[in-house]
């Protein structure tokens, strides 16, 4: 960020930087550290950090807590939904596209993941922009709540209104690759010895899923759904910029358009953050799934 060619203070002012003086740069510059050298900013703000402070964002004016606490209860609600339906419609059309490997429904099913997997996030968005929002006038055009109501009038349909398309957006995307793997790997469960056993002894296809075959692609389907969560962060920044909605991505984007350090540092911490606590949420949910993990453990 020091060596873009984003000059903060211009990007602080905004359109009025013609009215101010050298004399007003210098004290914006002095307000906020900038003219200082590069390396003296950064064992600032670490000596700042090591303290619990993360600074305050030049954009927003605020503590850089403060603004991601308030910016991450909205962006939470869209990564909630858009990961819990990427997760669910992903393991199920994984399973389908599984069980009827070779037939058209499964062609249809990778065509279709195929296709989203390579596909950008920001064009999406915009594709079910033009249809939803304009064309077809089903779900607003931007914004998390409807313009002109205050925050405590909104209701809950409206809430969710509102954030429909941003968590299709997200979700679309999020399901191709779950419901590959998943495909992949009930495929090779079905051609194993044990399935040709339970086969061999009448269990039907659709009995053996759902005894057998589920809980041995729980495990992977979890790791690839927590590990997505930084897919599903990054995906925000783009989605949440495409549709206006004023959420944690939102503003990431405007932190490294306006040269915000102290708040873009602060994100990138937090999203690291953010990560690991879901890696670490799979680790805890692998135990309740596979009793093997915690008999192995306390066999140790």
Same mark, same amino acid.
């Given at each position: +960020?020091?060596?873009?060619?984003?000059?903060?203070?211009?990007?602080?002012?905004?359109?009025?930087?013609?009215?101010?003086?050298?004399?007003?740069?210098?004290?914006?510059?002095?307000?906020?550290? %900038?003219?200082?050298? *590069?390396?003296?900013?950064?064992?600032?703000?670490?000596?700042?950090? %090591?303290?619990?402070?993360?600074?305050?964002? =030049?954009?927003?004016?605020?503590?850089?807590?403060?603004? =991601?606490?308030?910016?991450?209860?909205?962006?939470?609600?869209? *990564?909630?939904?858009?990961?819990?339906?990427?997760?669910?419609?992903?393991?199920? %059309?994984?399973?389908?596209?599984?069980?009827?490997?070779?037939?058209?429904?499964?062609?249809?099913?990778?065509?279709?993941?195929?296709?989203?997997?390579?596909?950008?996030?920001?064009?999406?968005?915009?594709?079910?922009?033009?249809?939803?929002?304009?064309?077809?006038?089903?779900?607003? =055009?931007?914004?998390?709540?409807?313009?002109?109501?205050?925050?405590?009038?909104?209701?809950?349909?409206?809430?969710?209104?509102?954030?429909?398309?941003?968590?299709?957006? %997200?979700? /679309?995307?999020?399901?191709?690759?779950?419901?590959?793997?998943?495909?992949?790997?009930?495929?090779?469960? /079905?051609?194993?010895?044990?399935?040709?056993?339970?086969?061999?002894?009448?269990?039907?296809? +659709?009995?053996?899923? =759902?005894?057998?075959?589920?809980?041995?692609?729980?495990?992977?389907?979890?790791?690839?759904?927590? #590990?997505?969560?930084?897919?599903?962060?990054?995906?925000?920044?783009?989605?949440?910029?495409?549709?206006?909605?004023?959420?944690?991505?939102?503003?990431?984007?405007?932190?490294? +358009?306006?040269?915000?350090?102290?708040?873009?540092?602060?994100?990138?911490?937090?999203? #690291?953050?953010?990560?690991?606590?879901?890696?670490?949420?799979?680790?805890?949910?692998?135990?309740?799934?596979?009793?093997?993990?915690?008999?192995?453990?306390?066999?140790?």
């Amino acid at each position: +960020m020091s060596f873009s060619p984003i000059d903060p203070i211009n990007a602080y002012v905004g359109a009025d930087i013609s009215r101010i003086g050298t004399e007003q740069r210098e004290l914006i510059a002095r307000q906020w550290g %900038l003219d200082q050298p *590069m390396t003296t900013r950064f064992f600032l703000w670490l000596q700042q950090f %090591l303290q619990g402070n993360l600074g305050t964002s =030049i954009i927003f004016n605020q503590s850089v807590s403060n603004v =991601i606490a308030t910016r991450f209860q909205t962006s939470l609600a869209l *990564m909630a939904l858009a990961w819990l339906i990427s997760g669910v419609l992903g393991i199920t %059309l994984g399973l389908v596209a599984g069980a009827n490997a070779g037939s058209i429904i499964d062609r249809i099913i990778r065509l279709y993941a195929y296709t989203l997997a390579s596909s950008p996030t920001f064009w999406i968005g915009l594709l079910l922009l033009s249809l939803f929002a304009v064309q077809w006038r089903l779900a607003p =055009i931007c914004c998390a709540a409807p313009i002109g109501v205050l925050l405590e009038d909104v209701t809950f349909w409206q809430r969710l209104h509102h954030l429909f398309l941003p968590a299709l957006t %997200l979700s /679309l995307i999020g399901i191709a690759s779950i419901a590959l793997h998943t495909r992949e790997k009930l495929i090779e469960i /079905l051609h194993s010895n044990y399935a040709l056993f339970a086969f061999a002894q009448g269990e039907t296809k +659709m009995g053996f899923i =759902i005894h057998h075959g589920l809980r041995n692609i729980a495990l992977p389907a979890i790791t690839l759904q927590f #590990a997505s969560l930084s897919e599903l962060f990054g995906g925000s920044v783009l989605a949440e910029r495409v549709f206006g909605y004023p959420g944690l991505g939102d503003a990431t984007t405007q932190a490294a +358009m306006r040269s915000d350090v102290p708040l873009l540092v602060g994100i990138v911490l937090f999203s #690291a953050l953010f990560v690991f606590t879901g890696n670490f949420l799979a680790d805890l949910a692998y135990q309740l799934i596979d009793p093997r993990i915690r008999i192995g453990k306390s066999a140790s």
